[in-house]
């Protein structure tokens, strides 16, 4: 894999993230005055679930593509035997 991929692709993953994480407290500090959480409503639960299940999928690709790297890595610095 490129390393400028791999950048792109985790430069994106954040990106998700930090959307995700936005509109989640948005959907606590929204209601703030009163006990009400706005996560269960559409306009928030439907972009939560969009956007959490990019970021859930994007953090495992790039945790299987680190153990892969870190494999294929170690092994270009083995002795030949």
Known sequence: ???NLLVTLIFLTQG???IFFALFIASYAL???SNRVLHGE???R???SIFGGL???LVTLLLLLSFRW???AQSDHLPNE
Request: proline share 14%; no cysteine; net charge positive.
């Open 16 to 18: 998700i993230g930090t």
């Open 1 to 3: 894999m490129k390393r």
């Open 42 to 44: 559409p306009i928030f």
């Open 31 to 33: 209601a703030l005055p």
């Open 70 to 72: 870190k494999t294929k």
């Open 55 to 57: 970021f859930l999928a």
């Open 46 to 48: 439907i972009p939560l």
